[in-house]
Structure formats: C-alpha cells, structure tokens
C-alpha cells in the first residue's frame, strides 16, 4: 500500500526517490503521530523510524516556512548524529522553503543564537544544546508543536536526560515521539512527565 493522506510535497518527493511503500513500523506509526498523540515508537533498526520522523515533521508544518521561530525540534545523541539527520532532512526539504537548522556542543553557542534569530523552521540539536540556548534566550520555543527524539537510548545518560527534563519544563505545549529500538524503563519514566496519554507504537 502506497503511502496515502500525506501533504503533495511530500509524496512527490517520495515518488522522486522511489520510495512507494511504507514498512510495517511506518504503516503503523505515521497515522499515529499524524493523529497528534504523544508516541513512544520502538522498532528494530533499519524499520525505517528516521524516514517517519522526517515525514511526520515535514507533513505537521505543511511543507512551509512560517515565521522566525521552530516549529519542530529534534533531539539526537551527539554531533555526528545531528549532522547525518540534518544530511537526511535536507534531501527531503530540498525543494521546499522549510529552513532546518543544526546545532552540537563543538558549535559556539553564540554563533548558534545570531544564525538561529535570522529564522528556522526546524532545529536538530542534543539535549545539552538545546537546553543552553533556552537558558541564555537564544530560542524562542513559543510556536513549537513537535519534538521527536531520534534513537532516544541515549536519554539514560543523565545529562541528556537532566537536560531533556528541563527543556520539557519549558515547554508549555507540543507534541512528543520518541523513538527507540526497546522500550527502557527509565524512557517509561517520562509518561509521568511530558508524554502523558502517550501510545505505543511497537513494531
């Protein structure tokens, strides 16, 4: 079954990179998110989890720039995980106006808040980042509505979860989805925090 009720943009780029049927962990997933439910996605590796966090982010903001602020945050592991996904992204924004934006502890955090203020629609970032650009009013989270954590095994280190606690602190209201190849109960934890009424999504 071909991918269906996804933005035109979306399917077009698809189609250009001849990717016409969805895995099992994305026939499952993708209705899920798009739903707007808080999700905890496990699947094995290779179930195509990094391709429908790219296609639930792109199809949430419509394919389109809006404003100065992000709209979609993505939190990974280290530098080397956010530079691949922001590589990932961006064969998929290419021919839209959407703006993806990159950030790591390596990167000056200052040079991080003069590029972020020129305007993004979505930031791929870790924890710790992320959490020192909130911290020195480098990021404006107000018109925020997803944040997906990729491979979030990663969270069981105690600064990114100590970070990623208070991120969602700052958060008055978005959409969550972690994705994970099992589910760790300190990732369980987080239902009673910010993935309240959270689903499951297990392939």
Do not use: W
Request: a positive charge.
């Amino acid at each position: 079954m071909p991918f269906k009720k996804l933005h035109s943009d979306i399917k077009e780029k698809l189609a250009s990179l001849q990717i016409q049927t969805p895995t099992p962990f994305q026939s499952n997933s993708i209705p899920v998110i798009k739903s707007g439910a808080n999700v905890f996605c496990t699947a094995s590796k290779n179930s195509g989890k990094t391709t429908t966090l790219i296609l639930t982010t792109l199809q949430k903001l419509k394919c389109e720039a809006v404003g100065n602020s992000p709209r979609a945050v993505v939190l990974v592991e280290n530098k080397e995980k956010a530079l691949e996904l922001y590589d990932t992204f961006l064969t998929f924004t290419k021919h839209t106006s959407l703006r993806v934006y990159v950030g790591y502890e390596q990167l000056h955090i200052d040079v991080q808040k003069s590029e972020i203020f020129e305007g993004i629609d979505i930031l791929i970032s870790t924890p710790v980042t992320m959490n020192k650009l909130l911290l020195l009013n480098g990021l404006s989270i107000s018109q925020l509505k997803i944040l997906s954590i990729d491979d979030s095994e990663f969270l069981i280190q105690k600064s990114a979860y100590n970070a990623l606690m208070q991120i969602t602190n700052s958060i008055e209201k978005c959409q969550y989805v972690l994705y994970s190849e099992k589910m760790h109960p300190k990732l369980k934890r987080f239902e009673s925090y910010f993935m309240e009424y959270s689903r499951i999504v297990a392939v």
